[in-house]
């Protein structure tokens, strides 16, 4: 199994930054592609952004140029950077793993509130 802790989440304000990050354990070597999804009050979960195992990376067009992920091997853990964030970016954020020839782990979830 895979187990994904989520931490980093909060109130910011618009235009501020917040960083999410995401620790792997477990049954590492079945992953091989990591990410970020979101899911609003009323809305459906929606993909942030993917990286590969190499360490290439997708975004949702809503959140390019202003959301980076980035992964740090050694200590397993992959982070969500947040900047120039607007209120439409105030959801739960989820961190997954997609893991080979099993179902998706996912991490509980961290709290992004965008507000003045």
């Known amino acids: 199994q895979v187990q994904l802790v989520e931490s980093g989440g909060g109130l910011v304000q618009p235009g501020g930054s917040l960083r999410l990050s995401c620790v792997a354990s477990?049954?590492?070597?079945?992953?091989?592609?990591m990410g970020w999804y979101r899911q609003a009050p009323g809305k459906e979960r929606e993909l942030v952004g993917t990286?590969?195992?190499?360490?290439?990376?997708t975004y949702a067009d809503s959140v390019k140029g202003r959301f980076t992920i980035s992964r740090d091997n050694a200590k397993n853990t992959v982070t969500l950077q947040m900047n120039s964030v607007k209120p439409d970016d105030t959801a739960v954020y989820y961190c997954?793993?997609?893991?080979?020839?099993?179902?998706?782990?996912w991490g509980q979830g961290a709290q992004v509130t965008v507000s003045s």
């Open positions: 477990g049954r590492l070597s079945s992953i091989y592609s």
């Open positions: 997954n793993a997609k893991r080979i020839l099993m179902a998706d782990a």
């Open positions: 990286i590969g195992s190499g360490g290439s990376t």
